[in-house]
């Protein structure tokens, strides 16, 4: 049972960076598909990235080129680095797991973490 846990999340002005950190417990197997979800208020919850087993990443359209997912085994550790943000980017952000060696074909995450929030003002 992996239990992932979310960090690095704060206020920032537009412009600025954050980096988001997801702890893991439980990673000996390095096949799962990793991701970043965000979800602001009102608003259905939106897939952000994701890296697969071999370090391949995936990018919504809204990010892609500003943000920057990449896992450390070493460290049971996933990372979202976020650049150029906007206040349209703020959103309570998750990390979420699937034990599958690629992401593509991944629907449904089963494991999730509880979020933590950006904020990002004009």
């Known amino acids: 049972q992996l239990q992932l846990r979310e960090s690095g999340g704060g206020s920032v002005q537009a412009g600025g960076s954050l980096r988001l950190s997801c702890r893991i417990s439980t990673y000996a197997d390095t096949r799962y598909c990793m991701g970043w979800f965000r979800q602001a208020p009102g608003k259905q919850r939106e897939r952000v990235a994701l890296?697969?087993?071999?370090?391949?990443?995936m990018y919504a359209d809204s990010v892609q080129s500003r943000f920057s997912i990449s896992k450390d085994n070493a460290k049971n550790s996933l990372y979202l680095q976020m650049n150029s943000l906007t206040p349209e980017d703020t959103a309570m952000y998750y990390c979420?797991?699937?034990?599958?060696?690629?992401?593509?074909?991944?629907?449904?995450?089963?494991?999730w973490g509880q979020g933590t929030q950006v904020t990002v003002s004009s």
């Open positions: 890296v697969n087993s071999y370090g391949d990443t």
């Open positions: 979420a797991a699937q034990p599958s060696t690629y992401c593509s074909g991944v629907v449904d995450f089963t494991y």
